[in-house]
């Protein structure tokens, strides 16, 4: 008889043997996302493929990089925890709204959903 730990579970092979089968949960894994730029109409149509953390300000180095004054360096980020997309405000100056609601924690965001900073607009696809 084999012993059955956690994460795992016993089979009957052929021939009476024994076998281990491993029944741990699969990870969810990341869907391919991106941030859609809507407004202003002269920025729409850019793109921006986010990886499973990806900041969003005027700093180089963010994913997201937004050149414009009412931005904060490090203004938000989105990531991806427990199968979901999450946004967070990093304390910047003039705020983040998701779908017209102030941030004001990490926030779970769906497909769809409108991240408004200062005059920016991006959907997350």
Same mark, same amino acid.
């Given at each position: 008889?084999?012993?059955?730990?956690? /994460?795992t579970? @016993?089979?009957?092979?052929?021939?009476?043997?024994?076998?281990? &089968?491993?029944?741990?949960?699969?990870?969810?894994?990341?869907?391919?996302?991106?941030?859609?730029?809507?407004?202003?109409?002269?920025?729409?149509? /850019?793109? +921006? =493929?986010?990886?499973?953390?990806?900041?969003?300000?005027? =700093?180089?180095?963010?994913?997201? &990089?937004? %050149? %414009? +004054?009412?931005?904060?360096?490090? *203004?938000?980020?989105? +990531? +991806? *925890?427990?199968?979901?997309?999450?946004?967070? %405000?990093?304390?910047s100056?003039?705020?983040? &709204?998701? %779908? /017209? @609601?102030t941030?004001? @924690? $990490?926030? $779970?965001?769906?497909?769809?959903?409108?991240? &408004?900073?200062?005059?920016?607009?991006?959907?997350?696809?």
């Open positions: 008889m084999v012993a059955v730990g956690a /994460g579970s @016993e089979a009957t092979g052929t021939a009476g043997e024994a076998r281990v &089968q491993r029944t741990e949960p699969r990870r969810r894994r990341e869907r391919s996302s991106e941030l859609l730029l809507v407004a202003p109409p002269a920025m729409a149509g /850019g793109r +921006f =493929a986010l990886s499973t953390e990806t900041t969003v300000g005027r =700093a180089p180095g963010c994913g997201v &990089q937004i %050149d %414009d +004054f009412r931005v904060s360096k490090l *203004h938000a980020r989105l +990531f +991806f *925890h427990d199968g979901a997309w999450y946004l967070e %405000d990093l304390g100056t003039n705020g983040t &709204q998701l %779908d /017209g @609601e941030v004001t @924690e $990490p926030t $779970p965001i769906k497909r769809g959903a409108r991240i &408004q900073i200062a005059e920016i607009e991006l959907v997350l696809t």
